[in-house]
């Protein structure tokens, strides 16, 4: 059974860090693209970040650019957010995805997904 677990997720105050991690499980991710998507109360999933299988090319939304980190091990099965500055609008729930894809940016390109984890940044 294919599994994405998310964890590291809380409440931070603006400004702090936060790191998410993604444990996958039930096949080897080692070939798949991994990305981070989050969807805020009333709003359409948005596209996070990206890295390729290798972990040598990442992709991230201009909205956290210079800010977020994302980073894998393949040896564990571990795709990782780290999450500098937070603002309030990065308030969402976070989402692990992981697929062989084309378009990086897109939900619908990831045949996997975590169950999701609560991100809070207050003001």
């Known amino acids: 059974q294919v599994q994405l677990v998310e964890s590291g997720g809380g409440l931070v105050q603006a400004g702090g860090s936060l790191r998410l991690s993604c444990i996958a499980s039930g096949r080897t991710f080692s070939s798949d693209v991994m990305g981070w998507f989050r969807q805020a109360p009333g709003k359409e999933r948005e596209f996070v970040s990206a890295?390729?299988?290798?972990?040598?090319?990442?992709v991230y939304a201009n909205s956290v650019k210079d800010r977020f980190t994302i980073s894998r091990d393949n040896a564990k099965s571990t795709v990782y957010l780290q999450m500098n500055k937070l603002k309030p609008e990065d308030t969402a729930f976070y989402y692990c995805?992981?697929?062989?894809?084309?378009?990086?940016?897109?939900?619908?390109?990831?045949?996997?997904w975590g169950q999701g984890i609560q991100v809070t940044v207050s003001s």
């Open positions: 995805a992981a697929g062989i894809v084309a378009a990086y940016d897109s939900p619908r390109e990831y045949a996997y």
């Open positions: 890295i390729n299988w290798s972990g040598n090319s990442a």
